[in-house]
């Protein structure tokens, strides 16, 4: 999910040619089957169960119209953060052990666990930028709202993700303001008064900007409750796509068990 | 039409902090169809008047009569907000949608317009700013001059009966600058505009009023 977030900015509006099949699907449908696959990869207990969830990631993907190069790098940044865990667990869960390695013994049990969640965690993730990644983020909040999610946190999101790039701008000035008098990191009191500074004059800068989008608000009747103008209805491609999903998911249940 | 003025503000004390006043005592109407400007050194107050006229902040004294109507209380500003149209200086306060339509549809919607009435009132604003086309664009990256167009245009879409301009000329290249005061001088509302652009106030304003220490002259 972080890899999501993080390049979330920049990433996700990719080169939309002839527009891939999930893009053609509602937005709220591909909200839906997001949550789906998450729940059903986390629910496989077997490690080809789980290998096999990624056959139908894979297939998101291609549907998507995901470049390899960037995909294959994300999923990389996010196996990073779980290296470690993932080195751990074979040394640590036990079961008949498979070699040791001076003092250390490399246990069967924590191979397969550490096999189990490499799978999940990729299936899910690649699921996720198939399925929400290419999705621009006003839409994905709009999906959110009409999904019965509180006004509230949909007007937080959607009012984020509008005002990111105005505050990045602002800190590209401030910090453009710091150089040209000559400001370089270093690991000074200075320094690190300086970027205090910075970062302060951020935050009274966005709350102040806030309250004049507030106001703007407010000049215009907003009264907490945010009307959607776009019209969405889930059509045949919407159905057609809810059924292959149950049909994998019931594939995948089987093969689970067996 | 009644002959009572759109706004009448009657001895409006302002402070921030209340050793620095910004408005000690200051009066103003404007009636229909008038065309004002509105002078003043840098912090004189004259957004603060402004935001008085359409109760984003309350007076600590005098009074606010818009429309026929003392406003005392935020909700005694709500149909005073409804038809009048406050432009702000920098666009990017008052453009929050991600696309142009949706923000131009903003106002309508929370008037309680469907989707479709909503719909036609952005294209027709639209329109008017001449910006036809520019429903689906992403408001944050328009140009400064976009920008300031779309804000108008959210405005319009609401009907308004008064514009209030904070500085619109501010920040604008010289022909968004000569595109916008065309545009503002096709439309048919009262309109106080505060501005250091002489030109511009020359172009569109026919009285003039001076705010200097917390009083309004002129």
């Known amino acids: 999910m972080s890899t999501l977030t993080l390049s979330a900015g920049e990433a996700l509006a990719p080169a939309r040619r002839n527009k891939p099949l999930l893009d053609r699907l509602e937005p709220r449908s591909r909200v839906l089957a997001a949550i789906a696959v998450a729940v059903a990869v986390i629910a496989c207990r077997t490690l080809p169960a789980a290998a096999a969830t990624l056959l139908p990631a894979m297939a998101l993907a291609l549907l998507a119209g995901l470049r390899p190069g960037p995909t294959l790098r994300r999923l990389a940044a996010l196996e990073g953060f779980m290296i470690l865990t993932l080195l751990s667990l074979p040394f640590t869960m036990g079961g008949p052990v498979l070699f040791s390695l001076g003092g250390l013994h490399w246990g069967a049990e924590g191979t397969w666990r550490a096999a189990l969640i490499l799978t999940k965690s990729s299936a899910i993730a690649l699921s996720l930028l198939a399925l929400l990644g290419t999705l621009e983020l006003p839409e994905l909040g709009h999906a959110l709202a009409r999904l019965g999610l509180p006004a509230r946190f949909v007007a937080l999101f959607v009012l984020s993700t509008r005002y990111v790039e105005v505050l990045r701008g602002e800190l590209a000035r401030l910090r453009l303001a710091m150089r040209a008098r000559g400001f370089r990191p270093r690991a000074s009191l200075h320094c690190w008064r300086s970027l205090g500074h910075l970062l302060g004059m951020l935050v009274v800068g966005s709350l102040e900007r806030a309250e004049r989008v507030h106001a703007a608000m407010r000049l215009r009747g907003f009264d907490g409750r945010l009307h959607l103008l776009d019209e969405h209805r889930a059509g045949l491609l919407d159905w057609g796509f809810a059924a292959a999903l149950a049909a994998t998911f019931a594939l995948l249940a089987l093969l689970d068990m067996a | ?218």
């Open chain 2, 1 to 218: 039409m009644t002959t009572s003025p759109l706004f009448q503000l009657d001895g409006v004390h302002f402070a921030y902090e209340s050793e620095r006043p910004v408005l000690a005592g200051a009066d103003f109407v404007l009636h229909a169809t008038e065309k004002v400007a509105l002078v003043g050194a840098n912090g004189a107050g004259k957004t603060t008047l402004f935001h008085l006229m359409v109760g984003l902040v309350l007076p600590q004294a005098g009074r606010v009569i818009a429309f026929g109507a003392e406003c005392r209380r935020e909700a005694d500003f709500h149909p005073v907000r409804a038809r009048t149209g406050l432009l702000f200086q920098d666009s990017d306060d008052q453009l929050f949608c991600p696309t142009v339509v949706e923000d131009v549809a903003f106002g309508p919607l929370n008037q309680g317009c469907s989707r479709a009435q909503a719909r036609n009132l952005a294209t027709e604003a639209l329109d008017l700013v001449g910006l036809s086309g520019f429903e689906d664009r992403v408001t944050h990256k328009l140009s400064g001059g976009q920008k300031r167009l779309v804000a108008l245009a959210t405005i319009l879409a609401m009907k308004p009966q008064v514009l209030l301009l904070d500085e619109p000329t501010n920040g604008l290249d010289r022909d968004a600058r000569a595109r916008l005061l065309r545009v503002l001088d096709g439309l048919p509302q009262a309109l106080v505009m505060i501005s250091h652009d002489d030109d511009a106030l020359a172009a569109l304003t026919r009285r003039r009023v001076t705010l200097e220490n917390g009083r309004l002259s002129g």
